[in-house]
Every structure is written in C-alpha cells, then in structure tokens.
C-alpha cells in the first residue's frame, strides 16, 4: 500500500471528507511520526505496533568490489515491531491463504 493508496482508502471510507482532507490528514500524521523518531522518542499504536529507533555501532566493513576494510559510522535507524492483534491476524490470513491451519500459540 502507498501513501496515495491510504489517503485513497481513509476518503472511501469517510465520505465527508474529500481527497484533499484525507490526502492532508495522513500528511499531518506521518510528518508528526517522522518528527517523534527524529527526536528519539517511541511511537506505540495499540493493536497495531510501535515504531522506535535503533542504534548501530561503528564497525568496519569491506567494499565488496576491491576487498578494502572500510570503517562504517554510527547510525540510527527506524524499526517496527508489530503488535499482538496484528501479528495474529496476519497469521491467520496467511493460514487461510495457504490453506492451513493457523498456529496456535505455545
């Protein structure tokens, strides 16, 4: 799903708002989000998932092309963790797409 498609969905879905709405209301949204995750803080939609940033430590790689060690900075990246409700319901759509049985959990 693109962005083009939710702000789609989201005006399908609520008829009194128009394209324009829709488009900027999911605007809005992910520029907050984007805006928390750059100031370091953590975003936690029940149901859904929460979204948090990463650290990864300097190390040293190799540049596939000569073999030469190449130092690699720090760096802070966005991660994803789904939640329960979405983990199983993904898991469920899975098993009915397969044709299985959904797994059951432990």
């Known amino acids: 799903m693109t962005r ?10 609520f008829s009194q708002l128009t394209h324009r709405d829709a488009e900027f209301a999911v605007k809005a949204i992910l520029d907050a989000m984007g805006e928390a995750l750059v100031k370091g ?3 936690e939609i029940r149901g859904f998932g929460s979204f948090s940033v ?3 430590s300097p190390r040293i ?4 092309r000569s073999g ?3 130092m ?5 990246v966005p991660h994803f963790k789904p939640g329960k409700a979405l983990r199983e319901e993904v898991d469920k759509k899975t098993a009915e797409i397969l044709g ?6 432990t």
Do not use: F, Q
């Open 4 to 13: 083009s498609d939710l702000v789609e969905a989201l005006a399908g879905k």
């Open 41 to 43: 803080h953590r975003i």
């Open 54 to 56: 990463n650290r990864r």
């Open 61 to 64: 790689g190799r540049n596939p």
């Open 68 to 70: 030469e060690s190449v």
């Open 72 to 76: 690699i900075p720090e760096k802070r």
């Open 100 to 105: 299985r049985a959904p797994k059951t959990p």
